[in-house]
Every structure is written in structure tokens, then in C-alpha cells.
């Protein structure tokens, strides 16, 4: 597998992140739902408050550089304060099927686990096998019964599992 690495999110990756999200924008909504354009509009704004997450170590906000330094995706750990995190990624269309997220994964819950957490959270639609298999691969267990037992993806309700990592140890 080319290497990938992951680098938590600067201002600078701005016109880099935007064009990945521009680039991939239906190839995402079709798996978790559309954006809508104020995401994009708004772009500068939001990025400039998950860069001050980072900097106050409420959240671990990576892009995911391969080793041509582009692009190829996002791996987040929103709300390591919480102490419970939830675990979020996306891999550009064109850059999937090379293991990129299930290494970008066991990267950032490393981060997490030299941060302090101990557990994590993740969820994805039902017939999301890709997302079951990095999840999996990187020892989380699927957690049936407790949790909301479906994800609004742009108003359809599809049919969610949720997962849960105990991190420190080795996966
Ligand atoms: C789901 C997603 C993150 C997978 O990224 P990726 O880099 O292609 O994943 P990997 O290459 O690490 O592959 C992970 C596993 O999924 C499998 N896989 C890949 N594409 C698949 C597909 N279309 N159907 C079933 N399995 C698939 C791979 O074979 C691999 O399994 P293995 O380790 O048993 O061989 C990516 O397609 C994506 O960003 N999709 C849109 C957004 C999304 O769904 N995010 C996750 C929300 S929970």
C-alpha cells in the first residue's frame, strides 16, 4: 500500500480540503448525506473553528496526505473532551480500495490514545460494508440495542449500527 499520513487540520489546508469535499461531493452524500451549500459557502469559517477544536485539544481534526502530499481524505475524533469521541472518515472516490482508510483509522485512534482516550464511538448505515470492514480491522465491536436504530441520510431514514473501541491496547 502507498503510505499515506495523517496532519491535523491547518488554515492552510484550506483551498486543498475545499476542493477534496468540491471534487467528492456526491461520491459523500450518496454513503452520508449532502453537505448542502452553506457548508461550502462557509467553508474559511468552519474550518477556522475545527483548527481552534485542535489547538484547544477538544477535538482531533485530520486530513489525510498520500505520498504525493494530496489530498485523499479526512479522519476526525470529534469531542476527545467528552471522553467519548465519535470517529468520522471519508476517502476520495478515486483513492478507495487501498486500505488508505483503515490505515488512516489505526493512525488517528493512535493520536487519540497518546491524548488520553480510552474509548470510542463510531456509526455508519446499515449496507456501509466498507466502513463495517475499517471499523472491524481496527478493533471495534458493534453494539447492538441502546442506540437510535437509524441515520437520517438527507431525509432518508436508513438503518444504522453503531461500533465502540476500547483504545490503549493494541489492535
Ligand atoms: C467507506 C470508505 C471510508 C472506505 O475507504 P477505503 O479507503 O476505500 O477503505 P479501505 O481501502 O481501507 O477498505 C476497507 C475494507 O472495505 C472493503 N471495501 C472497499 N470498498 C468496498 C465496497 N464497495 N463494498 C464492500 N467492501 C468494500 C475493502 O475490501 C476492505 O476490506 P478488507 O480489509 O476486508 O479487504 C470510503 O469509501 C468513503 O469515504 N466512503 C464515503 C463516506 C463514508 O462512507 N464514510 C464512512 C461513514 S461511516
Same mark, same amino acid.
Given at each position: 500500500?502507498?503510505?499515506?499520513?495523517?496532519?491535523?487540520?491547518?488554515? @492552510?489546508?484550506?483551498?486543498?480540503?475545499?476542493?477534496?469535499?468540491?471534487?467528492?461531493?456526491?461520491?459523500?452524500? %450518496? +454513503?452520508?448525506?449532502?453537505?448542502?451549500?452553506? /457548508?461550502?459557502?462557509?467553508?474559511?469559517? *468552519?474550518?477556522? @473553528?475545527?483548527?481552534?477544536?485542535?489547538?484547544?485539544?477538544? @477535538?482531533?481534526?485530520?486530513?489525510?496526505?498520500?505520498?504525493?502530499?494530496?489530498?485523499?481524505?479526512?479522519?476526525?475524533?470529534?469531542?476527545?473532551?467528552?471522553?467519548?469521541?465519535?470517529?468520522?472518515? *471519508?476517502?476520495?472516490?478515486?483513492?478507495?480500495?487501498?486500505?488508505?482508510?483503515?490505515?488512516?483509522?489505526?493512525?488517528?485512534?493512535? #493520536?487519540? +490514545?497518546?491524548?488520553?482516550?480510552? *474509548?470510542?464511538? #463510531? %456509526?455508519?448505515?446499515?449496507?456501509?460494508?466498507? @466502513?463495517?470492514?475499517?471499523?472491524? #480491522?481496527?478493533? /471495534?465491536?458493534?453494539?447492538?440495542?441502546?442506540?437510535?436504530?437509524?441515520?437520517?441520510?438527507?431525509? *432518508?431514514?436508513?438503518? +444504522?449500527?453503531?461500533?465502540?473501541?476500547?483504545?490503549?491496547?493494541?489492535?
Amino acid at each position: 500500500m502507498p503510505p499515506i499520513r495523517i496532519v491535523l487540520l491547518t488554515t @492552510s489546508d484550506q483551498d486543498d480540503l475545499l476542493a477534496f469535499e468540491q471534487t467528492n461531493r456526491e461520491f459523500f452524500a %450518496k +454513503a452520508v448525506g449532502d453537505r448542502g451549500d452553506a /457548508f461550502f459557502a462557509e467553508f474559511p469559517r *468552519r474550518l477556522r @473553528s475545527l483548527v481552534d477544536e485542535n489547538d484547544q485539544g477538544r @477535538s482531533l481534526f485530520f486530513v489525510i496526505r498520500d505520498a504525493l502530499d494530496d489530498v485523499v481524505g479526512r479522519v476526525n475524533l470529534a469531542d476527545i473532551d467528552t471522553g467519548e469521541p465519535e470517529l468520522g472518515y *471519508r476517502i476520495a472516490e478515486a483513492a478507495g480500495g487501498r486500505g488508505y482508510a483503515t490505515e488512516a483509522v489505526r493512525l488517528a485512534i493512535r #493520536a487519540a +490514545a497518546a491524548a488520553g482516550v480510552r *474509548r470510542v464511538k #463510531a %456509526k455508519a448505515t446499515a449496507d456501509n460494508h466498507a @466502513s463495517h470492514q475499517v471499523l472491524l #480491522a481496527n478493533g /471495534f465491536r458493534r453494539l447492538d440495542g441502546g442506540e437510535p436504530a437509524h441515520l437520517d441520510v438527507d431525509g *432518508r431514514l436508513l438503518d +444504522a449500527v453503531h461500533f465502540e473501541a476500547q483504545v490503549g491496547a493494541p489492535v
